[in-house]
C-alpha cells in the first residue's frame, strides 16, 4: 500500500508569459499545486500524491482534474460544487521577476473547507499534510477555522503537518487578520516554510533567525526560513539554528514557483531520510534550477536538471 501525502489549496488556470510579446500560454497551477506536482516527480513510487480543493463541475473544471491525473496526483477527494468554476491568474514578468493578476471571485476552491467531513475523509490515512498560506487565505473565517482544526485532529492522530506561510496581503481583509491566522496555523504545524521577505515586512523580524524563532514558540518543531539568494536558517527542535549560504542561479528566467518547488524539494528529502539541513541544501538546488524555465510548471524534459540537483 503507498504512503500518501495530501496537499490542500486552489489550483488556477495559469496564463504565462510566452517569447512572442503579448502571447501566453495556458496552463494550471497554483502554490500548494505546484509543490504537490514537483512531489510527484521526485517522491519514490511507494508514495502518492493527493491533491484536495473544490472545483466546479463546467469543462474547464474537468480539464484541471484531468490536468491533475495526467501529472500522477490523485484527485478523487475533490470537491464539485455547480455553481462555480475555477480560478484564474496572469503572470507579467520584468527581469526575471514575476507580478500576477488574479480573477477568483467565483472560484470553488474558496468553499473546499466548508465541509468538516470530506476535509477529514481527504485526510484519512495521510501521512502528510501540506497546506499554505493563499490556502488560508480564500477560505471564510469560518472555513478557515474549520480547516484548522481538521489538521489539529489529524496531528492528534499521528499525521505530520507542513505549513508554507507564503503571506499574500491583498488576499486578506487586513494585515492583522493575515498575522493572526498565519499563527494560529503555525500552531498545528509540525515543519515550516517562510520566506524571510514576507515575514520581516509583516512581523517585524530583524533577521531570518528571528522568523525561525517565532515559528518554534508558535509550536512548531522545525522551521526552515527560505531567503532568496542569501543565507538559509534551519531551526530543528532544540537544537542551535543553522546558517547555511546558498549559490546564486545560474540565470533567472521565471521565479514563479521557487518557493513551492524548494517546499516540494525539502519534503521529498526529509521523506526519504535526510536531516533537516540537508534537505534544506536539495531544495535550494533544485528551486535554482526551476527559475532556469517560464512557469510555475517547467517542462517535463526540464525535469532532468531537477531529479539531478535534487539527487546531489
Known sequence: MSRR????????????????????????????????????RLLPQDWAVDYFTAVGTDALSQRMVDFLGDAGIGAASIRRIDDRTVGLYMIE????????????????????????????????GAEVAYFSGITLAILSPEDRTRLVAALARFRSAGG?????????????????????????AAGVADIALPSFDDE????????????????HAAGVKTVVVKNGAADVVVLD?????????????????????????????????????????????SAHRIAAVVIQHRGAVIPREAMAGVLEAESR
Open 5 to 40: 501525502i495530501v496537499a490542500i489549496g486552489e489550483c488556477m488556470v495559469e496564463l504565462a508569459p510566452r517569447d512572442e510579446p503579448g502571447t501566453f500560454a495556458m496552463g494550471f497551477a497554483g502554490d500548494t499545486m505546484n509543490t504537490a506536482w514537483y512531489l510527484a
Open 93 to 124: 514578468l520584468r527581469d526575471g521577476e514575476r507580478s500576477f493578476s488574479y480573477w477568483r471571485g467565483e472560484s470553488a476552491a474558496r468553499l473546499l473547507a466548508a465541509d468538516a467531513a470530506a476535509l477529514d475523509a481527504g485526510l484519512d
Open 160 to 184: 505530520t503537518v507542513v505549513f508554507d506561510p507564503n503571506l499574500r496581503p491583498k488576499l486578506w481583509a487586513s494585515s492583522a487578520a493575515m498575522c493572526e491566522a498565519v499563527t494560529a
Open 200 to 215: 520581516a515586512r509583516w512581523f517585524s523580524d530583524a533577521d531570518p533567525e528571528a522568523t525561525a524563532r517565532r515559528y
Open 237 to 281: 527542535g532544540d537544537t542551535a539554528p543553522v546558517h547555511f549560504a546558498v549559490p546564486p542561479a545560474e540565470r533567472v528566467v521565471d521565479t514563479t514557483a521557487a518557493g513551492d518547488s524548494f517546499s516540494a524539494g525539502y519534503l521529498a528529502a526529509r521523506l526519504k531520510g535526510r536531516s533537516p539541513v540537508e534537505a534544506a541544501r
